[in-house]
Each structure stands twice: as structure tokens, then as C-alpha cells.
């Protein structure tokens, strides 16, 4: 069974004429194809953020007297980027403290459901079952085939919903899975019964032209995924009647005000990795353009996956394309080999040969007991990275997963 891929895309140049990879600081050798794990800021970006720390060490005080003041320009332009009014977004670390800062907010009663699938992100999953135990609830998991269609995953989801149900929980993109979810349609059914929604958006912000979907409810976002912001750089957007619930994670001065503006009073926190935000989405606009890192991500995903799930098909007899019912495109799946990273510790060991052995940095992950390469794709990869994969990777694994 031949699997084949599209013709590659050409590699891409910064405006000078170099590989686009010299606008990151990767170390050389290693071939980072796991950009929706940990993100890479751009050079740029990284220099912004060492002058906002030296005008911080310049003079700490003058600094945080008005990093209040600083902070709301900041979620300004944040918030621009993301297509949302200022007014409905604050800034969080990270996508993990967005989700917290709901679960510790909303007014759960005794008995509480939280309803979630098992394509959750696991440590959102486990903040779940924590706030459900809290008040002798529980968390109501969904299960959703890997190639369910938007309709299966509305009729899925919804069929966990009850007179208990305090919290959808939904993730716009998934992690382990690298599918989307049709997080309008749950946010316009849940709306229907009552129950506010929570959209795990962490992947979306860069892979999604408007990546908040207009509802009443809870989205966070990592800027610092495909965004390619400074790290710890989230956004949590908050609309609706609950939106004046959410207390911030640390009580410090923004006690007096509601949210967004309680939200942005952190105490004495660096913000310059928020502050320097910005000048990743302008680099990356400016250089190469947002649309077009879209369209270059999805040919380039194209690529790759068809090559890669190539690869192992030809060795295995065993098909390794992935159907995952509603794609994203610069984050695909290929089947590993039976036998391979079907367990969580497995696809930990699995990741670290790839690493140590062969010097590509790839996510492993397991779902429904079968172990799945996922692929990244972004500005600085170039189709020669999946190609080397393919050539020097998959036989190993390949191999690996043989019983001896
Ligand atoms: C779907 C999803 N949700 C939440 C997170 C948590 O992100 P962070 O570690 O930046 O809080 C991740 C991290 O990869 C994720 O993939």
C-alpha cells in the first residue's frame, strides 16, 4: 500500500537570501520538527526581551511602579494579534494558569461534573478530577474515536451533559492527537443547556488566522507555541456572564478591579517575555507574513506526513497514514509501528532515542494504546528535515519495534 506525498514546497529565505532557520538560534545538528511542544522565539523577539530586562535592572523601581500602567499597552497589543478586544483578554504565563484560574473561579456547587474527552491534554485533565474532588464531583470523559467527524465529537461531548454539569472542558486543537475540535458548535450546544465552556485553545494562537471563536465562555491560548513568543506568554480570554468570576492566580493589588484589569497586577513578575511578544508576530509578519507561514506549514505538512507515514509503510507492510477526522495543518500524525510507545513511559524512551541517536527532537505520543510520531511544521523547516527523518529515523524505529 504506497503512500504518497504531494511535491514538496520550497524551502523558505529570510529577505536576504538566507535559510529562514538564521532567524532562530536552534543548536546546529539538532533538527527541531517539535515546535507544538515548546515553541522557538526568532532571534528578534529574544533581543527585544534582553533590553526590556536591562531597562528593568536599569532601575527596578521606575519599572514596577508602572508595570501595572505598561502591561494593559501590552494586552493591547496582544489582543490585536489574537482579533479580540483588550478588554476581554488577560495575560497568564502559560496555558496550564489560564486553565487554573477558571477552575479555581467559577462557582462550583456539591456534586459538580466537569465534562472533558480523552484526547485532554493530561495535566488540564488531572486540574479537573483535583476541582472535581473538591466538591465530591466527578469528571465526565468522552470518548472520541481518533477520526470522529465535528458531528460524532458535538454528539459525543454532549452526551456527557447533565443537571450536574458545571464545565465543558475542550480543546480547539489537541495535543496527543494533533486534531481539532469543533469547539463553536459545543460552545453553541452548551449554550443551549447552560453550561460554560472552557477551550483549551494552547495550540491555536499562529495556527489560526482568528483562533478565539466568537462565544460566551473561556479560551486560552500559548503565544508561545506557533506564535513564537518569548516563553511564558498566554492569553486568557473570558466573555459572558461568568467573565467577572475570574480571580487571578496570585492576589496581589488588582484586587480592587474586575477582570482583565485584576489580572494585571502580578506582583513583582518579569513581564518582559509579554512585552516582547509583539515583536515575534511583527518579525514574523514583516519577514515572511502570517498567511504565508500558514500555507507553508500546510504543503510542508502535506510533505511530511505523506513521506514519513511512506516511510514506515514500506518497511512494515503496515499502514502508517493517520486519519484524524478534522486535520491541523502544521501539527500531523503517522502511526508508529506495533509495538512501539503504547504506553505514556514507552513514548518517553522513544523520544529520547530519536533525540540522542539520530538528533531530531520529535513528540511521541500514545493514544487508545497505539503509539503515534507527531510532526511539527514551521517557518524554519525546510522539506530536507523530514526527508533525513525518513531516511535515517524510521529504519531505527522500524527496527526497534521488531520482535526479537
Ligand atoms: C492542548 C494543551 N493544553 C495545555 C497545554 C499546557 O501548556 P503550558 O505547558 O504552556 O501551560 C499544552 C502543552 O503542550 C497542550 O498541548
Not at 476581554?88 to 456547587?109: E, K, Q, R, W
Not at 460552545?187 to 494552547?202: I, S
Not at 492576589?251 to 478591579?257: A, K, L, V, Y
Request: glycine share 8%; aromatic share 8%.
Amino acid at each position: 500500500m504506497p503512500i504518497y506525498a504531494p511535491a514538496p514546497p520550497a524551502a523558505l529565505l529570510t529577505p536576504e537570501g538566507n535559510p529562514a532557520l538564521s532567524d532562530w538560534s536552534m543548536t546546529a545538528g539538532k533538527v527541531h520538527l517539535n515546535h507544538g511542544s515548546y515553541g522557538a522565539v526568532p532571534r528578534a523577539a529574544q533581543e527585544r526581551q534582553l533590553q526590556l530586562k536591562a531597562q528593568m535592572d536599569a532601575n527596578p523601581c521606575t519599572w514596577f511602579m508602572g508595570q501595572a500602567a505598561t502591561l494593559a499597552g501590552t494586552r493591547t497589543g496582544i489582543a490585536a494579534f489574537l482579533r479580540v478586544p483588550a478588554e476581554d483578554m488577560a495575560l497568564v504565563i502559560n496555558a496550564s494558569a489560564g486553565v487554573t484560574a477558571v477552575y479555581n473561579s467559577l462557582p462550583f456547587t456539591e456534586g459538580a461534573e466537569i465534562v472533558t474527552t480523552d484526547h485532554t491534554y493530561g495535566a488540564v485533565l488531572e486540574g479537573a478530577k483535583r476541582i472535581a474532588r473538591r466538591h465530591n464531583g466527578r469528571v465526565a470523559v468522552a470518548e472520541v474515536p481518533l477520526d470522529a467527524d465535528a458531528a460524532l465529537v458535538v454528539e459525543l461531548v454532549m452526551a456527557e451533559v447533565n443537571e450536574r454539569t458545571a464545565l465543558i472542558v475542550i480543546d480547539q486543537i489537541t495535543s496527543a492527537t494533533a486534531r481539532a475540535f469543533p469547539v463553536a458548535e459545543i460552545a453553541k450546544a452548551a449554550a443551549e443547556c447552560g453550561v460554560p465552556v472552557l477551550v483549551d485553545g494552547a495550540h491555536a494562537p499562529g495556527v489560526l488566522a482568528n483562533p478565539v471563536p466568537d462565544f460566551e465562555g473561556f479560551w486560552v491560548g500559548n503565544l508561545h507555541k506557533f506564535a513564537c513568543a518569548p516563553r511564558g506568554t498566554a492569553a486568557l480570554v473570558a466573555r459572558g456572564p461568568f467573565r467577572h468570576h475570574l480571580t487571578p492566580l496570585i492576589d496581589s493589588w488588582g484586587f480592587p478591579h474586575v477582570f482583565p484589569e485584576s489580572f494585571d497586577h502580578v506582583g513583582t513578575q518579569d513581564i518582559t517575555s509579554w512585552m516582547a511578544a509583539t515583536a515575534s508576530f511583527e518579525t514574523i509578519e514583516e519577514r515572511y507574513g502570517w498567511d504565508n507561514f500558514r500555507s507553508y506549514a500546510t504543503s510542508l505538512g502535506d510533505y511530511a506526513q505523506g513521506l514519513v507515514a511512506g516511510a514506515f509503510t514500506a518497511l512494515t507492510g503496515e499502514d502508517a497514514s493517520v486519519d484524524v477526522g478534522m486535520p491541523v495543518d502544521p501539527l500531523r500524525l503517522v502511526r508508529l509501528p506495533r509495538g512501539l510507545a503504547e504506553s505514556h513511559e514507552d513514548s518517553h524512551a522513544v523520544r529520547a532515542m530519536i533525540s540522542d541517536r539520530f538528533d531530531f527532537e520529535t513528540a511521541i505520543t500514545t493514544f487508545g494504546g497505539a503509539g503515534y510520531l507527531r510532526l511539527s511544521t514551521h517557518l524554519y523547516n525546510t522539506p530536507a528535515d523530514y526527508e533525513a527523518f525518513a531516511e535515517r529515523a524510521v529504519p531505527a524505529l522500524v527496527e526497534l519495534a521488531r520482535p526479537r
